[in-house]
């Protein structure tokens, strides 16, 4: 069974979602959106039906033919394949424990209940913070966590994080790729790089800064929606109809040597909470084949290379991937950037065109339906 708002998810993941679980739902606002304590009809729900404070998920449970008096012994999944967080940061009543506190009003078996999101560190984070004290609090320039304040007794091991926009980006990408596929290298781009920033983060702001401070602002494509710097005309970067592209913007990439790639996090961290969330913009430059350096969470490239996937250190040295600090690993990076763009122009196109077999790799991996099926496949068999 199979509840929520429609699936975004290729048929051979509901597949193989539908053999592991009696009950999948498609909750696409409960695990962080619930946690905001508003809702704008007197039902708790939205105008689609989906909960609007965690007060309301039993409601939209109903509302969608979920019956939880019907559930014992059966497997379910609650998976949200947007979210990052799951609401941990409070203070109000989260869904993990509203959820729990169903499972008690019910009399269910909580191991099995399963829960999914976009953070492939979640399993690990729920442990951290099933170990919280009471009186503890993990701050972060970004969150706070807190402890739990009902008694969660889940099973840990039934968290689980996929890189979902890899595989939505797949159901996306394979009708167009034949229109778009980058398969011969350009040795003179008008650029050096292309950076896609929308909504203002800490890291796109230290690194709006440094581009500016370096003058190498007019050196790449740069935009950042959250700062009014929009410089592709006619176009919607990043949002809009087109959310996995865009694919207009392609020639942007096809007309400079790299990405410089601000992932949504880039993790501050808090306490032992540390996210590793990959989202469409890593799977943009998989799909282009287009080089990149990555600001995001420690451990991202080291996630993609254990996937299957091949990273630049021919062109940057990437041991900023392991770099505990987020601050140490941001400058890393800075310097590490400014290294790349002050290579002469025969330099550049040398090291570019020798990794060129990479980005070809990475195309032709992330297309293959068998490599989806079976990356999804090994996640779902360690359960």
Known sequence: MELGNESMLPSI??????????????????????????HVKS????????????????????????????????????????????????????????????IDKYSLNPSDFYFSNLDTNLGKNFK???KMKSNEKWKSTEWTIRPPNYNVNLN???????????????KYFKDQYEKQRVSIFNSNPNK????????????????????????????????YLGKGIAPFDDETHPRGDDPWGPVHLKQYFDESYFTILTENAMGKGAGNYNLLVLTEKTMRNLVW?????????????????????Q???????????EIESADERCKFILDEIKRVCSLSKRDLTKKFKNVHDISLH?????????FIERYFSEIIDKL
């Open 192 to 223: 050096l790089y292309i950076s896609l920033n929308g909504t203002q983060r800490w890291h796109r702001e230290i690194l709006y800064k440094f581009l500016k401070n370096e003058n190498l602002l007019d050196k790449g494509y740069m935009s």
């Open 362 to 370: 990475n195309q032709k991996l992330f297309l293959d339906e068998s």
């Open 43 to 102: 039902s708790g729900l939205d105008e689609s039906g989906n909960a609007m404070s965690v007060d309301y998920i039993e409601e939209e449970s109903k509302n969608r033919g979920l019956d939880w008096s019907n559930l014992k012994n059966k497997k379910v999944l609650f998976i949200d394949i947007w979210e990052m967080y799951m609401g941990w940061n409070g203070p109000n009543q989260n869904s993990t424990e509203k959820i729990s506190e169903l």
């Open 128 to 130: 951290s913070w099933l």
């Open 13 to 38: 993941v509901n597949e193989i979602l539908n053999k592991k679980f009696d009950v999948v739902v498609h909750c696409n606002n409960w695990f962080e959106g619930a946690m905001t304590g508003t």
């Open 289 to 309: 084949g287009h080089p990149f350096i990555l600001f995001g969470n420690k451990g991202s490239l080291k996630y993609l290379n254990s996937i299957g996937f």
């Open 311 to 321: 990273t630049y250190s021919d062109i940057f040295d990437e041991s900023y991937d």
């Open 156 to 170: 840990a091991n039934n968290f689980f994080g996929v890189f979902y926009n890899l595989i939505m980006g797949h």
